[in-house]
């Protein structure tokens, strides 16, 4: 396996996810525009120094009526009226795809400098048609065909198997998901910092933790969420000059040295089948890390610092746990009970409040874990700071695990 070209960071930008754009008269370009404006100020470049653009999205064309979105950079920028763009999907994963893209675009040399920009529209339509649009990435009248929720439905059938192979208790899940919430009152940018909890909402009660499908509730959930994400890559040499012109050292520009991709069959079923008898249940994404870690010249995961992970349900972050190699198969439960994955834990999981508690705008979500790693290695994260950070990983889904990616995130 070849190690990765270095891939620097210039700088990026992030909405605030507590927003809803459309009570306040804004639309997808109004989002694109802010992001794009504020990526740029923030890794202090010129917009005619952008050589390309990719964008991350899911489902603009449902909940927007929108495609083509690469068309909006030359509204915003007329000097990226000519700018080639393109735009991924690979459901939750479309930021994490557009990364890549961009990626190779500089690793072949064809640019130097890229724009990469994720982002969603959700919260403009009811909640059963939001969980129709977004069930667009279960294969259709296939699976999740009996139900209301289609990922929640899907989901508990994952929480399903692990009790099967493994045994899989509730209160592991109530304390993730407890985690995340309260991580993201630490983080100015989370959708839920201000939300407030009764005493027992982190519980099995019924009533002040109501089941959404099967041993799914309501806290174990990721959130319907309105949000941009956008990151500025450069090349070595154009890391170099930008150091120079700031008067910074390279080594100080966080890069991306490692990553990983994978993807399995569209339905569910049919990735149990593939790992039926084995201790991991998708062991792809287990070779998706592995693959980021290794490329980034680490031999294990716990010789990293932390992780941002798809915690899209909580049984997800659970599997990230034990799949990324910090427990053996079958006992995340052991690194939730020893403390392991809080803020102050050795190996800290979604310090920003991942998808429960910082919100999931799904376009947008690989691109966000991506600036809060690259936040993190340089301590700019602010509240939500790790005391040691040097070399972070992420983890990104789409669909049922049908598209598994990861980076490794580091300085020096």
């Known amino acids: 396996m070849k190690p990765s070209a270095d891939i620097y960071?210039?700088?990026?930008?992030?909405?605030?996810?507590?927003?809803?754009?459309?009570?306040?008269?804004?639309?997808?370009y109004d989002m694109f525009a802010e992001t794009l404006r504020e990526a740029v100020t923030n890794a202090g470049i010129e917009p005619?120094?952008?050589?390309?653009?990719?964008?991350?999205?899911?489902?603009?064309?449902?909940?927007?009526?929108?495609?083509?979105?690469?068309?909006?950079?030359?509204?915003?920028?007329?000097?990226?009226?000519?700018?080639?763009?393109s735009r991924h999907e690979a459901a939750c994963a479309s930021g994490s795809i557009a990364i890549m893209s961009a990626m190779r675009d500089i690793e072949a040399g064809h640019y130097d400098i890229a724009c990469v920009l994720g982002l969603e529209l959700m919260r403009n339509v009811d909640g059963k048609t939001g969980a129709q649009y977004l069930g667009?990435?279960?294969?259709?009248?296939?699976?999740?065909?009996?139900?209301?929720?289609?990922?929640?439905?899907?989901?508990?059938?994952?929480?399903?198997?692990?009790?099967?192979r493994?045994?899989?208790?509730g209160e592991h899940l109530n304390t993730i998901a407890q985690i995340n919430f309260g991580n993201a009152r630490d983080n100015p940018r989370a959708q839920t910092r201000q939300w407030q909890f009764p005493e027992g909402a982190f519980s099995c009660d019924d009533g002040l933790n109501p089941v959404i499908e099967g041993r799914v509730r309501k806290q174990d959930c990721g959130q319907i969420?309105?949000?941009?994400?956008?990151?500025?890559?450069?090349s070595e040499a154009a890391a170099k000059e930008h150091a120079a012109r700031l008067g910074t050292r390279l080594a100080d520009i966080p890069r991306i040295k490692g990553w990983g991709h994978r993807s399995a069959p569209i339905l569910l079923e049919q990735k149990l089948e593939l790992s039926a008898g084995k201790p991991l249940i998708f062991p792809h994404a287990n070779a998706t890390m592995g693959d980021a870690i290794r490329r980034a010249g680490f031999a294990h995961v716990t010789d990293l610092d932390g992780l941002e992970t798809h915690d899209c349900f909580s049984v997800t972050e659970y599997m990230a746990i034990d799949h990324s190699g910090l427990t053996a198969p079958g006992e995340s439960w052991k690194a939730i009970e020893e403390g392991r994955i809080t803020r102050d834990g050795d190996f800290p999981i979604n310090?920003?409040?991942?998808?429960?508690?910082?919100?999931?705008?799904?376009?947008?979500?690989?691109?966000?874990?991506?600036?809060?790693?690259?936040?993190?290695?340089?301590g700019r994260a602010g509240g939500y700071q790790l005391p040691k950070a040097e070399n972070m990983l992420t983890f990104n889904v789409g669909g049922s695990t049908t598209t598994c990616a990861s980076f490794v995130v580091g300085v020096g």
């Open 351 to 378: 310090p920003s409040g991942g998808l429960i508690g910082l919100g999931h705008p799904v376009g947008a979500t690989g691109v966000r874990m991506v600036l809060d790693c690259a936040r993190q290695v340089t």
């Open 166 to 169: 493994h045994g899989i208790r």
């Open 225 to 234: 969420t309105d949000g941009a994400a956008c990151v500025i890559l450069a």
């Open 48 to 85: 005619a120094q952008i050589g390309v653009g990719h964008v991350g999205n899911f489902v603009a064309e449902l909940f927007a009526g929108q495609g083509l979105i690469g068309g909006f950079f030359g509204h915003v920028f007329p000097e990226l009226a000519s700018l080639p763009t």
């Open 136 to 164: 667009s990435a279960a294969w259709q009248g296939r699976e999740a065909t009996d139900c209301n929720f289609p990922w929640p439905f899907l989901f508990d059938r994952i929480t399903r198997e692990y009790d099967q």
């Open 9 to 28: 960071i210039l700088g990026g930008s992030q909405t605030d996810f507590a927003r809803n754009w459309a009570r306040e008269g804004l639309g997808l």
